[in-house]
């Protein structure tokens, strides 16, 4: 199994709601993705945002903490593309209101209040980890 390393960001608008983005029209997560070579994870941070809100002015505000998660593939055994997901994730802060994604693998994005996140994000780690971080929001 590969594993691959991945940064993110939980983004608050001036009303306190996060952004959320629509992954291949199935399920939904916080913003995030692999780090490119080259860049440290708070950059990659705010290149996934700006790809998959289109969200273009952030202000980094803290490091969240990490978690991992797995990914499981769907090919045959020799085109296992299960991967293990190490993913450290950052709190931002925008005054962008308008979310307009630019990756067409997340085609929709929205703001949600900060107590309805865990209740739409698909991934149970995804749920576990903003759960763990949400009092520390408000």
Known sequence: ????????????????????????GDSWSLPKGHIDPGETPDEAA????????????VRLVRKLGSYERYRIGKGGKEDDTSELKHI???????MQETLVPQDPANPS???VPIDEVAGILTHPKDKEFFDGIKDSLK
């Open 1 to 24: 199994m590969r594993s691959n390393e991945s940064a993110g960001g939980v983004v608050l608008n001036l009303l306190r709601e996060v952004a959320v983005v629509n992954q291949n």
């Open 46 to 57: 705010v290149r996934e945002i700006r790809e998959e809100t289109g969200i273009e002015e």
């Open 88 to 94: 450290t994730m950052f709190e931002f802060t925008t």
């Open 109 to 111: 994005a929205k703001w």
